[in-house]
């Protein structure tokens, strides 16, 4: 009966044992001295040691080598062997985050809670002088990289009325600025848009720092910035030049042999007294133009274009110019039809006369239209029988035929004495093969010289009756 009571009563305690190690918090092992031993698990946490160098009761954070920037977590003091005071544990820690308050669970040490730890002044509840404090703390995080940026806007011409010129800051977290003239004068600007006040023309720098120690600083620390004088005669809105940017869209290149997107562009009016700046939405890229106006290719997207007067212009308006690049609507991929390539040939022929034969590589009739002097013809061999010029042109029969690449389609032939020499096609009949006329001029002359033969015999016969 005892022995089953005590099994009993062993697996109950057992049993609390392990619930009451499963929630109890953490313990640190090794030497409570350490300033390792105090370090919060899965932290930045960061402790340090501080000896007195002499007798002392109490200390504060004055005394502890805390970087700059960072923040104390917890200070733990170790009573000394020496001076008055009670008993109790050897170490008293003081905290103001729980999240810090590492070891929680330790038999020889244990805990305050302060507001303010900068603050505080430290000691051993027993009174005893210190034998040392452990004091740790959270560095720093590091600097959030910043950058600043400012810009100048000179005046312009508007409907005939001065806008004066103003300097715009970026505004960033972490980035502070002061504007000052040439006299040294602080310029204030709007802490929203980044703006300033209308200002003349003159010289102006933009001193740039991070706000604090978390920020880190990478553009230019100064920049500098002109603002150019007002123009001296406004003039009129007839006076005026009109920015303008016409947008031509991607298109599909007509080289049969090496179909390609062509990238479209945009061109701009009145390059000289104009500067304009082309960007585009999505990823605020700029583009360059030539002296046409016509910008460098652009993908399909959307594009702020600004302009700006050179010195001496008036625009008639300053807003931003919004065009869009369209893309490419279809299929863009080599033709699916023949290729041909025109064929003219000019011979001298025999003696002194002139031929010329139209033909192509395919030897098909039907791929080619020809023109000569204007006039359709069919392919073959033709002939001049009088000094002239000629003129051929050959046009593909789309859709079946296509020209080849950099086929010529356009000839101009010189003939200067051509002369009769076989039976070929003439230019100047109709360009074919038919022998009806020749024949009827030849049955004309036969009859007329029978005729003759015939009158002839008759007039002797009389002549001999007589």
Sequence with gaps: MFK???????????????SLAAVAPASAEGDSNSPSFYV????????AKWTPSGDTTTVTAASFSIPAGATLTKVIIKA?????????????????DATYQYPAAYADLDWEHVSNLSSTTFSHPSGKNLSHAIYCYVPAPAPTDVAGAASATNP??????????????????????VITDSSNNVIQFDGTTGKTGNLPGGSYTVAVSASSSAYNLTSASSIP???????????????SVAPAAVPTGQTCSTDPEN????????????????????TRDSDSSTYKYDSNGKSDPLEPGAYTVHPEAKPGKVLSSTDDIHVTVTAFDGT???????????????????????????????SDPAALTWTVNGLTVAEGVFKVNTPA????????????????????TDWTLTFASPATCGDLKTLALTGTDDGMPMLATSGLLLLLGAGLIRSGVRLRRTRAAS
């Design 4 to 18: 089953t009571f005590a099994a009993a009563t062993a697996t109950v305690v057992l049993a609390l044992g392990l």
């Design 40 to 47: 919060t698990p899965n932290t930045s946490e960061v402790c």
């Design 80 to 96: 000394g062997n020496t001076g008055a005071g009670g008993q109790g544990p050897e170490n008293h820690g003081y905290y103001t």
């Design 156 to 177: 312009v011409c508007t409907d005939g009325n001065i806008v004066s010129g103003f300097i715009t800051v970026t505004i960033t977290t972490g980035v502070t600025y």
């Design 225 to 239: 910035l002109t603002i150019a004088a007002d123009p001296t005669d406004c003039g009129s809105v007839d006076d």
């Design 259 to 278: 179909a390609q997107k062509v990238p479209g562009f945009i061109t701009l009016s009145n390059v000289g007294a104009i500067t304009y700046t082309i």
């Design 332 to 362: 863009c991929q080599l033709p699916d039809h023949a290729l041909v390539t025109p064929q003219v040939q000019q011979d001298p022929g025999c003696s002194a006369k002139g031929t010329y034969t139209l033909s192509n590589n395919l």
């Design 389 to 408: 010029t000629v003129v051929v042109h050959a046009a593909a029969n789309g859709p079946a035929y296509g020209l080849a690449s950099g086929a010529q």
